[in-house]
């Protein structure tokens, strides 16, 4: 389990985040949702090692992990798909994969199968460049280097931004299968509301860097979730 406790983040002397608290359990989503420029991304970016925080914990099994940088965190289980996706333009969609190599042992360094099944068009498109992929088969892309590293715990930021509804289904498709699988805890940031309702099991809802909402999946209505996003 993922715990964060009091994480406060700043951007030189502007306060971003103010005291956050939020949990990520195992074979669960935990959707964290709000108007744009609330700090959702930055939350992201803290627990991801792309941002340092200033203050608070964040633990995952019990232990503290302090980490100050991205490696760090892709170390201890932690992989990031950014809005944006960040895939390499000029690599191949296999030399894009094979950068989820880096933070593990050598002898882990093969592409597994499973990486197709869950987004068979990545089979169909090894050599092609990153590139030249579509938005939503660049977002499986992303994912799918992310689930290379074998995380604890996946972080995804938008990933329906910008993508065809067909795409969409097929991204909330794999993540119900991660779920059921019960071995990862995911962190869904996400603006589309029926995605998110969807899939989230707890829901968190910041305005202006702070927690306002928090609750569970059966103990909320879909009109009750749908008024405080509207705040």
């Known amino acids: ?125 090894i050599d092609r460049r990153g590139g030249d992929l579509s938005g939503g088969q660049q977002q499986q892309l992303a994912i799918a280097r992310a689930l290379i590293t074998k995380p604890r715990v996946l972080l995804l930021d938008e990933p329906t931004e910008g993508i065809q509804p067909n795409i969409i289904q097929q991204i909330g498709e794999v993540i119900k299968t991660l779920c059921e699988e019960g071995e990862m805890a995911i962190i869904l940031v996400e603006q589309f509301f029926d995605f998110a309702y969807d899939l989230g099991a707890e829901f968190s809802v910041i305005e202006r860097g702070e927690v306002i909402f928090n609750k569970r999946s059966e103990a909320l209505t879909r009109e009750e979730l749908y008024q405080q996003v509207l705040v």
């Open 1 to 125: 389990m993922l715990e964060i406790k009091d994480l406060t983040l700043k951007y030189g002397q502007s306060q971003i985040l103010h005291g956050i608290n939020l949990t990520a359990r195992p074979g669960e989503v935990t959707t964290v949702m709000g108007t744009n420029g609330v700090g959702k991304t930055s939350l992201l970016r803290a627990i991801a090692g792309r941002h340092p925080y200033a203050e608070g914990t964040i633990t995952l099994d019990g232990t503290p992990l302090n980490h100050l940088n991205a490696y760090d965190a892709a170390r201890a289980g932690i992989a990031y798909v950014p809005q944006g996706r960040e895939v390499f333009p000029m690599m191949t969609v296999g030399e894009n994969l094979q950068t989820g190599f880096a933070c593990l042992p050598r002898g882990n360094h093969t592409i597994p199968t499973r990486m197709f099944d869950l987004f068979p068009v990545l089979a169909d498109m």
